[in-house]
């Protein structure tokens, strides 16, 4: 650019030679004046591309206005280093830049970029935990969405000093972390992501709840494996409570508790129905063959089942099974339930053999399904 105004210089200054001298030094003047006007006008209202040209920019902290400037040039988000260095500080932005992670495109112009560093406007995914889901559905989600590997962040799920760190005393995360919608950035890892789920748990675990748990004489891991429990069984967010009272009026009977969910925990995903085979299954976590409640949680649960088992309907349930509509029949006696069973189930056999589920919700936790007792999360 430095040579343009040489040449054009050196062009007016012959002019000025002529006898037209006055006309030339006005030409010269209002080009000198107007000419770059011109064109930090033109990079201002201006964008070097289409938009097809997308780029994550990782802008560390302690970048000075100069590095950024430089690598949004170098990556084509815009025309002129100086001219964007120029603008921030006229505009008296230069020293407020944030760092983070950014996406652009060429399509942008100068002012929106530089809004979105003053601003901080960094770029994040969103990943929504749904309720109920076990650490082997996470680790499936998230690398469907391509965010993670599922064997990495499994292999964080069982991290016994991530475990030690966040108070875990489980030999798992399982159950700790909570539904909700998480941003992730290029920066965050399996471990990050696990530490803000749990933290996110922790902020709704209120105290309140904590004196609850005591006051039924149960412990936080206790909660949430019920909780757990209660999640994968209800499909009405109504029934929460009535299948929580179950539960508990089992516990005090010291009847086994059968919930289905957990006759298959670890080897595929609870879809509604479970087999013969899965109930003779010898997993520490069916409730079929063991007494009390499973070792841990068999999913992780939200907020109102967890408040479910914690403020559980005053009732004397014992069983309950389920209708063709997903929702339950509840039974006080034995008898009670039998008939329940032939009409809910029985009737609808031959319904239920036809359906094969396809929520995303019924994937399966591992892609082949395995016997026998994990001692961790496992390869594909």
């Known amino acids: ?30 080009l000198v004046v107007t000419l770059p006007l011109n064109i930090y006008l033109i990079f201002l209202l201006s964008s070097p591309g289409t938009g097809k040209n997308v780029k994550i920019l990782d802008l560390r902290e302690g970048y000075s206005l100069k590095k950024i400037a430089g690598e949004l040039k170098r990556s084509r988000i815009i025309s002129s280093e100086w001219l964007f260095i120029l603008y921030a500080r006229l505009q008296g932005v230069d020293d407020k830049v944030k760092a983070g992670a950014y996406q652009f495109n060429d399509g942008m112009k100068p002012p929106n970029i530089l809004h979105r560093l003053i601003t901080g406007e960094v770029y994040n995914l969103r990943f929504a935990v749904p309720e109920g889901y076990s650490i082997y559905q996470i680790a499936l989600l998230l690398e ?15 991290n016994r000093s991530l475990l030690a760190e966040l108070g875990i005393k489980g030999p798992t995360i399982e159950g700790y972390l909570y539904p909700s919608t998480y941003n992730i950035t290029p920066h965050t890892t399996e471990a990050d992501l696990i530490r803000g789920m749990v933290s996110q748990f922790k902020k709704r675990f209120s105290p309140e709840m904590g004196i609850k748990a005591k006051m039924l004489r149960m412990d936080t891991n206790e909660i949430l494996t019920l909780a757990s429990m209660v999640e994968k069984e209800a499909v009405s967010p109504a029934e929460r409570p009535l299948i929580a009272s179950v539960f508990h009026n089992r516990l005090k009977r010291k009847m086994p508790l059968q919930s289905d969910p957990t006759a298959v925990y670890r080897s595929r995903a609870f879809a509604g129905k479970i087999s013969r085979r899965d109930i003779q299954s010898d997993s520490p976590y069916n409730t079929y063959k063991i007494s009390g409640l499973p070792p841990g949680p068999i999913g992780n649960p939200g907020i109102e089942a967890i408040n479910a088992v914690l403020s559980p309907a005053k009732t004397k349930y014992l069983y309950f099974v389920a209708k063709l509509d997903g929702t339950h029949c509840f039974s006080t006696t034995l008898n009670e339930h039998n008939r329940a069973v032939h009409k809910y189930l029985r009737s609808g056999a031959a319904v239920a053999e036809s359906s094969e589920p396809t929520a995303p919700e019924y994937r399966n936790d591992y892609p082949v399904i395995k016997s026998g007792v994990d001692s961790g999360p496992v390869s594909p």
């Open 1 to 30: 650019m430095f040579e343009l105004f040489k040449r054009i210089g050196s062009l007016i200054m012959k002019l000025t030679l002529s006898r037209k001298n006055l006309l030339g030094i006005s030409l010269f003047i209002t």
């Open 144 to 158: 469907n969405r391509g965010l993670f590997r599922r064997e990495a962040f499994l292999a964080q799920c069982f």
